[in-house]
């Protein structure tokens, strides 16, 4: 199984700031990586798949990119709506595996 | 309106059974790979199963292995997880999740709210 690792954990971010997570796999995943957002309970949210495709209707804030191994979210002007928990997701191979979670807290 | 929920949570007992079930509507279920995806408390995301449009194809991570089911009736929209020999460590939050396959693709672009399934004596 591919293991992906995130970091860090959790960060302590303002509204505006640049918030940058990284996500790595155990193996190549040939950009085989999405991101979700989640907010305590609710469904996770489709973000970016393809490691750098913003799915429709996500604000042009959150980005993505990254190759082989290494892979990276950045939210550029961090919102009060963004405070929330973030996994990235391989699909390179199945099983389908996630990320420990990132989780975006008030600084 | 596209949208999947979730029933069939609930208390089940150490050894126990539980049958979850996902309702789909708005979007032409037949067509979609399906996933069942799960969340321990204060935990991460885990998938557990998904199926094939037709059903000819399952799949399941070790852990669920020859305790878990799923399956999918297209007549209703529907796909269900069957879950026998339940155990504590299965305690978790239940998403039922629709699966994006184009052009080798393999995320999760629709989620239920989830259903909570608690194993405990």
């Known amino acids: 199984d591919i293991q992906m690792t995130q970091s860090p954990s959790s960060l302590s971010a303002s509204v505006g700031d640049r918030v940058t997570i990284t996500c790595r796999a155990s193996q190549g995943i040939s950009n085989s990586l999405a991101w979700y957002q989640q907010k305590p309970g609710k469904a996770p949210k489709l973000l970016v798949y393809?490691?750098?495709r913003l799915e429709s209707g996500v604000p042009s804030r959150f980005s993505g990119s990254g190759s082989g191994t290494d892979y990276t979210l950045i939210i550029s002007s961090l919102q009060p709506e963004d405070f929330a928990t973030y996994y990235c997701?391989?699909?390179?191979?199945?099983?389908?595996?996630f990320g420990g979670g990132t989780k975006v807290e008030t600084k | 309106e596209v949208q999947l929920v979730e029933s069939g949570g609930g208390l089940v007992q150490p050894g126990g059974s539980l049958r979850l079930s996902c309702a789909a509507s708005g979007f032409t279920f037949r067509n979609y790979w399906m996933s069942w995806v799960r969340q321990a408390p204060g935990k991460g995301l885990e998938g557990v199963a998904n199926?094939?449009?037709?059903?000819?194809?399952?799949y399941y991570v070790d852990s669920v292995e020859g305790r878990y089911t799923i399956s999918r009736d297209n007549a209703k929209n529907s796909f269900y997880l069957q879950m026998n020999s339940l155990r504590a460590e299965d305690t978790a939050v239940y998403y039922c999740?629709?699966?994006?396959?184009?052009?080798?693709?393999?995320?999760?672009?629709?989620w239920g709210r989830g259903t909570l399934v608690t194993v405990s004596s």
């Open positions: 199926i094939k449009q037709d059903g000819s194809e399952k």
């Open positions: 393809a490691a750098s």
């Open positions: 997701q391989q699909y390179y191979s199945t099983p389908l595996t």
């Open positions: 999740a629709r699966l994006r396959t184009n052009y080798g693709d393999w995320y999760f672009d629709l």
